[in-house]
């Protein structure tokens, strides 16, 4: 998810490989966010299916993100990132109010959009991620561990999410495209060895019946009513099991695969618009369809996911969230000239 921040690059360069990973991914976002609506963490079958992308999807997403993150033109980035942080968060609060959604305070980002939040830190950290790189690694995965530490809500301004998942993002942005590499030349036996750990590690962890703000990672210990030290040792073993995940997800990513590369290109507008949707399938269908069998509430939730991802992959979302992410650069500009 980086439209707004992107360069353009020339057809040529552009590594397909990033587009077909972030439209799969995208794709289980959306699958993800309507599970919630429809059967949720509460009903085994759709826990399952919850605990194994919740334990991957989204530090695989943060790991590509740091793919892509430059050290230059720090605010400039930052700008377009509020602009997008700032636009949506009333749109959504208005929606809200629309549904008669309790409205959350200004410094909490509305829902989805704590993941706009949290680019904003780790964009303002890569600098320092690109001069220091091993002090680096060493020092995202202390705050993962110790950001469980702090009692204030994690949802504030992000910092707990993006402290959670900084890892990834270091990892991603130091060495994302030489790991992409190197494991896109692995055989067969090896791909479907590491695969194959990562299920067994998964059904291990959907046995302890963990609760989900573990995989989210905006509680802190108390709040999950666990003492620092295990909650250290379990947030240390879900970040090793979700590395493993993530490498699983990307030995298998193919090098092309045109039917999801618009998507990922698209990510972001994707990402940002399809809350709309799922607020409202929650708000007039979820409540109904968690009462239906498994396997009808699953083919409904896919369907209306290949529907959601291809409708918000058309161009004009694109064009909506370049527009808002470059409203600071515009005002700049005409202040310039005044």
């Not at 609060?93 to 680019?119: E, F, H, N, R, S």
């Not at 750990?197 to 666990?226: E, K, M, R, T």
């Not at 399809?274 to 708000?283: G, I, S, T």
């Not at 370049?322 to 600071?328: E, K």
Request: aromatic share 12%; with cysteine.
């Amino acid at each position: 998810m980086t439209s707004a921040t992107r360069e353009s690059t020339p057809a040529r360069t552009r590594d397909r490989r990033l587009d077909v990973a972030r439209g799969i991914l995208i794709s289980l976002v959306v699958f993800g966010h309507l599970l919630e609506r429809s059967g949720g963490w509460t009903q085994d079958g759709t826990r399952l299916l919850l605990t194994v992308l919740y334990l991957f999807h989204m530090p695989a997403f943060v790991f590509l993100t740091g793919m892509t993150m430059k050290s230059d033109q720090i605010l400039r980035r930052v700008g377009r990132l509020l602009s997008l942080l700032v636009v949506f968060e009333v749109l959504f609060t208005l929606l809200d109010a629309a549904l008669g959604t309790a409205l959350t305070p200004w410094y909490m980002p509305w829902w989805i959009l704590w993941y706009v939040a949290a680019m904003v830190w780790w964009q303002l950290l890569i600098p320092f991620v690109r001069r220091f790189p091993r002090s680096a690694v060493v020092l995202a995965c202390v705050i993962a561990l110790a950001v469980g530490l702090i009692d204030i809500p994690g949802n504030v301004l992000a910092y707990s999410r993006a402290a959670f998942f900084l890892p990834f993002l270091v990892i991603g942005n130091l060495w994302g495209a030489r790991i992409l590499e190197t494991l896109q030349h692995r055989m067969i036996v090896a791909r479907a060895g590491v695969l194959l750990l990562f299920v067994v590690l998964a059904a291990s962890i959907y046995a302890l019946n963990l609760q989900p703000h573990w995989f989210f990672g905006n509680w802190g210990y108390g709040q999950l009513d666990v003492d620092p030290v295990t909650g250290m040792l379990v947030r240390a073993g879900l970040g090793i099991v979700a590395g493993i995940g993530v490498v699983a997800f990307l030995l298998w990513i193919p090098p092309r695969a045109a039917w999801i590369e618009r998507p990922g290109r698209h990510s972001l507008a994707v990402f940002i618009f399809h809350a709309a949707c799922v607020l409202v399938f929650a708000e007039f269908v979820g409540g109904a369809v968690t009462a239906w069998p498994l396997v009808p509430r699953l083919l409904l939730d896919a369907g209306l996911t290949v529907i959601v991802v291809a409708f918000f992959s058309l161009d004009v979302f694109e064009r909506i969230v370049r527009w808002v992410a470059g409203i600071p650069e515009r005002v700049v500009s005409v202040v310039r000239r005044g």
